[in-house]
Every structure is written in C-alpha cells, then in structure tokens.
C-alpha cells in the first residue's frame, strides 16, 4: 500500500511556534490577525509569558495559560487566545494529540464570534488542524479513531479549499493525498468514490498551475493503477518521464505498466504494440543510464523473443553472455543455442554449446544437446561422440532417454554389442514407458545373432 505522507509536523511546528511570543500578545500586533480586545487581566498575565518563553519552560508557560482559562468569560476573546497559544506550547513539547483540542477550541470560538479573529488565521487554523488530525489517524491503531481522525481532517482541509480565496498547491496536495491514503487504507476494498475525490483534486490543480507539483502527476497515476487503468496510468508516466528522465523509478514504471497491458491483451496486434512499447522505453531508459542491470538486459531479450524478433533477441543474448551484461548461467547458453537454431543457424548453435561446455565442464547435458543437433543433419559420427562425452560427464535429464538414443545410435553405427550394453542401461534406468525400447533391443540381439551366424559360418569355411 502506498501512502502520500502529509505535510511535515516539524515544519508545523516550527510555523506555529513563530506565532508564540509575547509581543504577539500585544492588543497593538493581535490585531494584525485579529479583531477581538484582551482584557485587562489577560494581557497583564500574557505579559508575564515571555520568561517562560524564553527558558523554554513549557509547562510552567502552560500553568499560566490554563490559570487564564479559569477566569476567562466562556467563549470569551481572551479564551480562544489562551487556547491558541496552548496549542503551540503542546506542539513546542512534540504533543501533538494534546495541541489539537484548544487549537480546534480556539477556530471554534472564532467561528462563534466572527468579529475576534480574521480571515487568514482562521484559515491557518483550519490548515494545521486537518494536519494534527491527519498526523493521529496515521499513527493511531484503532481503526475507528483512525477513520474519526480522517473524516476531521478532510472535514477542516474542505473547509480550508472553500473559505480560501487562493488556496496553495501544498494544501490542495494535503488533502490529495488525505483523499487517495483514505481510499486505499483497505487494499482489499479499494474505495472507488475517494480515488475519483482524489483525481478530481489533481485535476484541479492541473489546470490552476502553470507548473503542477510532481507529486500531483504522482498521484493520479497510483490512483489509475489502482483502478487497473494502465492505459491513462501509462499516458501520465509518459508525461513524468518527459519531465522528469533522470527518475529510474519512473521509467521502470512505465515498462512494467506496457508490459502488463502486453500480457492483458486479447489480440497478438494489441500485444505485439504493447510489447514493443516496453522493449522501446527499456532502451530509451537505457540510452540515459538507468535499468542496464543484468536483470533488466536480460528482461530485454525475454521481450524480444515474445514478438519473435529471433535475430535480435540472439544478438542481444550473446553480447550479454559474452561482456557480462547479462548474467552467465547454463540456462541461458542452451537457450542462446536454441536461439540460433530457430533462425537456421544450426552451427552456430553448436558452437555456443561447445563453448558452453567450457565454462560448465561438468554437464552432460550440453553435450547431449550437440549430439542432437548433430544428428539432426546427418553427423552420426559426432552424435556418437558427444553421447559418449554426455553420459561421462553425467548431469542429464533423463540418462534413460540418453542411452536408449546411444544404443540406436551404435545400432546405426554396426556397433550392436555397444548398441546391447547401452540399451540394456536404457530398460534399467528406465520407467517402461518407452514404448520403443523393446523393439529396439529384438533388432539388436538379431542384428548380433546375425553377425554371429556369419562369424560362424566363415569359421567353418576355413576349417575345411
């Protein structure tokens, strides 16, 4: 699950605590952000702020607020200041749960008594408090408080965008955010209706920018692949990396997101299109240095061979087989040599095979795969060769099969005692299923027989 992370908290903090000096205090630079009037005893005891202030002793400036508290007039100017400012002398001590009641007190009054308080720091009020809440519900671990603690913070930020004759493209990307980590808390019951919230907000901010935020892009694209839209979801990655080229990540997106819609497709045209999309943006990221890992070289070849680009995919394998590029295993050589034999290079398939049997001296396997090229177009002499060296070596499949080819193999060869042992070997190491093997051996034992009759038969024409 991905989460959009919210606004800073020290950030917050920070901005807040500008705000907590006394001569904020003053009736003369309150009115900078307010309308209302202290009265005379709660500016006398705000004038006696600042030492604590100033020695950083919060709770002793937070006895004196709360004493404030006790006289003050219900829903009185000087009870939303003394909240106001407890609320940042909580922050100032990292409480953040404790800062949010006198805080949300503090708008509350303002929005009772229009006259105490302006519109901008209402509006500020209104910003940090869908922060406090967003910063609990992702950290509490009761999912009721955490979806109360959501629904305030969308509450304030929606407020926030209505009441703000220019909201900011941080806080329209707050309450992005808050929409798309809302909608998508449950994986397995992705909300439908917050994403579209979400994507109505990016677009919001798309048109109001001349320059959107990249974490506008960013979201509309997770919240299209949440949606299974791969097809606007690649739209908006193709835009990131049009802008942004030097984000692996992006374009590592990108490829996945063709390579899925490759897979998805209904008709060889749609996915060969798809297919050559991803081979193209993996050699455009190529071209500027990212995703050139073996893996990824290799995703390349793999991508070739599914639009049956034989030729190119060859190349590619060997090259990377050959400096490293792509990571060396047998696997891959007996898949380069099968390469080769699709596009009718036949020696060449044999001669990576050999090469191939260098770096892994131990497999037979390699050299039984020779025999069967070799065979194939008439090197009986060569198959009987590489069968020898296959089953020496050891490491087959399935030595059963081996043999029982090396005992037509010798039978082709006149080889018939040979041709015996080994398909003796066969119908041992076998599981009967080998429907021909008992044919075979009758042609061999007659074969002998024959040949033993003649041996006979010139013996006696000697004798005489």
């Not at 439908?192 to 901010?205: G, N, W």
């Amino acid at each position: 699950m991905t989460l959009f992370p919210a606004s800073s908290l020290k950030r917050l903090t920070l901005a807040l605590m500008l705000t907590v000096v006394v001569p904020m205090t003053t009736p003369k630079l309150l009115a900078q952000e307010t309308k209302g009037q202290l009265t005379e005893r709660a500016s006398a005891d705000l004038g006696k702020l600042q030492p604590y202030i100033d020695t950083k002793n919060w709770d002793g400036a937070l006895n004196l607020l709360k004493g404030m508290l006790r006289y003050s007039q219900p829903n009185s100017y000087d009870q939303a200041v003394a909240y106001d400012i407890i609320s940042k002398v909580y922050l100032q001590k990292s409480d953040y749960a404790a800062s949010i009641n006198p805080l949300e007190r503090s708008y509350q009054i303002g929005v009772a008594n229009k006259g105490f308080f302006n519109l901008r720091s209402q509006l500020e009020r209104l910003y940090y408090l869908a922060q406090l809440y967003y910063q609990e519900a992702a950290t509490t671990k009761s999912i009721a408080l955490r979806d109360q603690y959501f629904n305030k913070a969308a509450t304030y930020i929606e407020i926030w965008l209505r009441d703000n004759p220019k909201p900011t493209p941080e806080g329209r990307m707050f309450y992005t955010s808050l929409l798309y980590n809302q909608a998508i808390l449950d994986p397995e019951n992705i909300d439908m209706a917050l994403l579209k919230k979400a994507q109505e907000q990016v677009h919001e901010a798309l048109v109001s920018a001349l320059n959107p935020k990249e974490s506008f892009y960013v979201i509309l694209m997770a919240s299209l692949q949440q949606e299974e839209n791969h097809k606007e979801s690649a739209e908006i990655l193709e835009l990131l990396v049009k802008q942004y080229p030097s984000k692996k990540s992006y374009w590592q997106q990108l490829m996945n997101t063709y390579a899925t819609m490759a897979g998805l497709s209904k008709s060889e045209e749609d996915a060969w299109e798809h297919n050559l999309r991803t081979i193209l943006t993996l050699e455009r990221a190529q071209a500027l240095g990212h995703m050139t890992s073996q893996k990824d070289n290799y995703n390349l070849v793999g991508i070739y061979f599914n639009i049956k680009q034989f030729d190119k995919a060859t190349g590619l394998l060997y090259k990377g087989l050959k400096d490293g590029s792509i990571e060396s295993d047998q696997r891959k050589w007996e898949l380069l040599a099968y390469s080769y034999q699709q596009i009718h290079k036949t020696y060449q398939a044999i001669e990576v095979l050999k090469e191939a049997s260098l770096i892994f001296p131990e497999s037979g396997q390699l050299d039984n795969q020779i025999a069967q090229i070799y065979y194939a177009i008439d090197k009986v002499q060569e198959t009987y060769r590489h069968l020898n060296l296959a089953l020496a070596k050891g490491g087959i499949t399935s030595p059963a099969d081996v043999y029982y080819f090396k005992a037509y193999i010798c039978y082709e060869l006149l080889k018939y005692e040979e041709a015996m042992v080994s398909i003796e070997k066969a119908a041992e190491l076998g599981d009967g299923s080998n429907k021909q093997l008992p044919q075979l051996r009758s042609a061999i034992a007659a074969s002998l027989k024959e040949r033993q009759a003649a041996l006979d038969t010139k013996a006696n024409e000697k004798s005489k």
